[in-house]
Each structure stands twice: as structure tokens, then as C-alpha cells.
T-cell receptor, first 114, second 113 residues
Framework: DARVTQTPRDKVTEMGQEVTMRCQPILGHNTVFWYRQTMMQGLELLAYFRNRAPLDDSGMPKDRFSAEMPDATLATLKIQPSEPRDSAVYFC????????????FGPGTRLTVL | AQSVTQLDSQVPVFEEAPVELRCNYSSSVSVYLFWYVQYPNQGLQLLLKYLSGSTLVESINGFEAEFNKSQTSFHLRKPSVHISDTAEYFCAVSEGNTDKLIFGTGTRLQVFP
């Protein structure tokens, strides 16, 4: 049963610290999405990649957030420095080419910045 | 730009009753429409999608949604709900010619015994 995996599942950190979240997409999927979910803003797309190349990161605060795909089996989302307003659940999703394909979501990383 | 409106933030209903979760979108171009479901402490899962063809689409667990172009709606319905249908439901629309989905704010369906 192929699934998207995310680590860590929960992260509590202090303001100013660096946070790195990792995602392993489903093997063979070439599109990876990063979303953030909060009560106030709902589900927001931060960035997405196709074949490891960033296609759109317009939803991401550029000064503190960065997203990369070091290889086809790993996507990372880094926040440096973290702030309390970054507290949210961060989801990774993967899929095949095109908008018509299903996005498969991971279980999420719950981030709390104190 | 496209947008999605889910007017009902919460829908309480008794088991075996029918339910409708409303979704309206705004777009001046052809769109693809999706319903995703999120169970507690889990990621989202695709429930059903409209790409083209028949305006009525169905899921394997009894939900259906109808694409209504004139009303720009994609309401989700189920004739008889179960306790296990308790979850958050998100409507989403494709954005232009990109792979981006615009999600609504979600509707929490609470099914009571």
C-alpha cells in the first residue's frame, strides 16, 4: 500500500530555531506539493515541484521558508528562523503529471513554535 | 483568479439521514472540480472529481456530486450517512492551466447516532 510519508509527525520548537520537515513521495510520482493548514487560513499551497524542479513557490514566505528536492525520493521544507505564526500542520502530497491526477496526501507534520 | 466557497462550516446530521454539503466556485474558464475528505489527524483523501463528461460523479462509498455550470456549483450529497462519515470535507477547483488546486475552507460533517 503506497503512501506518502512525512517526518517528524509532531515538532515543538522555540522561536528563532530552524525547522526541517521531510517528505517521501509515493515511488514513481513526479509531482510534489507542500501545503500549510491553519484554522484561520485553511489549506494553502506553499510550493510544488515537478521532476524535482520547483514550478511555483509563490505561496511561500521567501525570507524564511525554503523548499527543495535533493532527490526523487525526498522533499524538504525548511523554516529559518521559525516564528509563532508558523505554527500549523504542514502537508506534503504527491501525484503524477497534470491537474487531473489525484494528489495523495501524507499524514502531516504538526508544528508548534513557542 | 478562481475561488471556492463552502458556505457551511459545520453540518450536524443524524445517522441514516440525507446530507448535502454545498460548494460554489468562481471561474471564467473551464475547471476541474474535486472533493477531498480529511479524517481526524490524517491527510486529505480524494473522494471524487469532475473532469469532463457526465455532470454527476460518484464515489465508492455512496457520495455523489453534480457539476452545475450555470450555477457554478459542485454540491456533495449522500442519501444516508453513517457515523463513519464524520470528517472534514473540502471542495477544490483547479487554477487555470496549472497543477494548483484552490481549496475551500472546509465543512465539518458531524454524524450523530
Amino acid at each position: 500500500d503506497a503512501r506518502v510519508t512525512q517526518t517528524p509527525r509532531d515538532k515543538v520548537t522555540e522561536m528563532g530555531q530552524e525547522v526541517t520537515m521531510r517528505c517521501q513521495p509515493i515511488l514513481g510520482h513526479n509531482t510534489v506539493f507542500w501545503y500549510r493548514q491553519t484554522m484561520m487560513q485553511g489549506l494553502e499551497l506553499l510550493a510544488y515541484f515537478r521532476n524535482r524542479a520547483p514550478l511555483d513557490d509563490s505561496g511561500m514566505p521567501k525570507d524564511r521558508f525554503s523548499a527543495e528536492m535533493p532527490d526523487a525520493t525526498l522533499a524538504t521544507l525548511k523554516i529559518q528562523p521559525s516564528e509563532p505564526r508558523d505554527s500549523a500542520v504542514y502537508f506534503c502530497a504527491s501525484g503524477l503529471d497534470g491537474i487531473t491526477d489525484t494528489q495523495y496526501f501524507g499524514p502531516g507534520t504538526r508544528l508548534t513554535v513557542l | 483568479a478562481q475561488s471556492v466557497t463552502q458556505l457551511d462550516s459545520q453540518v450536524p446530521v443524524f445517522e441514516e439521514a440525507p446530507v448535502e454539503l454545498r460548494c460554489n466556485y468562481s471561474s471564467s474558464v473551464s475547471v476541474y472540480l474535486f472533493w477531498y475528505v480529511q479524517y481526524p489527524n490524517q491527510g486529505l483523501q480524494l473522494l471524487l472529481k469532475y473532469l469532463s463528461g457526465s455532470t454527476l460523479v460518484e464515489s465508492i462509498n455512496g457520495f455523489e456530486a453534480e457539476f452545475n455550470k450555470s450555477q457554478t456549483s459542485f454540491h456533495l450529497r449522500k442519501p444516508s450517512v453513517h457515523i463513519s462519515d464524520t470528517a472534514e470535507y473540502f471542495c477544490a477547483v483547479s487554477e487555470g492551466n496549472t497543477d494548483k488546486l484552490i481549496f475551500g475552507t472546509g465543512t465539518r460533517l458531524q454524524v450523530f447516532p
